[in-house]
């Protein structure tokens, strides 16, 4: 009898973690926290700040005389200026389309109804 008992116990918790996530929505990741845009600028940017950063050790060691590291480091410096108003760009328009609802759910932009309660938005 106590075997049965525990089985039933172990049986009812087992049950109550796989359904948990489906009861409370609010757990579950419902799409990109992040947009592909905003990861594809911030991933230009790291790349164009990392050729900075790989010229000028190439100057230190001896790779590069000073008249290429001056043409290198203009354009990197102008590529990198680009790619941080982008991503600056991409941040401001991805913060515009997230939609925040009365029951304090972040819905991504786009959305016709809420992913945490169900209500229509809008």
Same mark, same amino acid.
């Given at each position: 009898?106590?075997?049965?008992?525990a089985?039933i116990?172990?049986?009812?918790?087992?049950?109550?973690?796989?359904?948990a996530?489906?009861?409370?929505?609010?757990?579950?990741?419902?799409g990109?926290?992040?947009? %592909?845009?905003?990861?594809?600028?911030?991933a230009?940017?790291?790349?164009?700040?990392?050729?900075?950063k790989?010229?000028?050790?190439?100057?230190i060691?001896?790779?590069?005389?000073?008249?290429?590291?001056?043409?290198?480091?203009?354009?990197?410096?102008?590529e990198a200026?680009?790619?941080l108003r982008?991503?600056?760009?991409?941040h401001?328009?991805?913060?515009?389309f997230?939609?925040?609802?009365?029951? %304090?759910?972040?819905?991504?932009?786009?959305?016709?109804?809420?992913?945490?309660?169900?209500?229509?938005l809008?």
């Amino acid at each position: 009898m106590t075997l049965v008992a525990a089985s039933i116990v172990v049986a009812a918790l087992a049950a109550s973690w796989v359904i948990a996530p489906i009861v409370v929505r609010r757990l579950a990741l419902l799409g990109d926290p992040i947009p %592909g845009g905003v990861l594809d600028a911030e991933a230009r940017k790291r790349v164009a700040l990392a050729s900075l950063k790989e010229i000028e050790y190439d100057r230190i060691g001896g790779k590069l005389d000073d008249a290429d590291y001056q043409t290198l480091r203009a354009r990197l410096e102008h590529e990198a200026l680009i790619a941080l108003r982008l991503a600056e760009g991409a941040h401001r328009s991805a913060d515009q389309f997230e939609i925040t609802h009365s029951c %304090g759910f972040v819905n991504p932009g786009g959305s016709r109804f809420c992913s945490g309660c169900g209500k229509r938005l809008g």
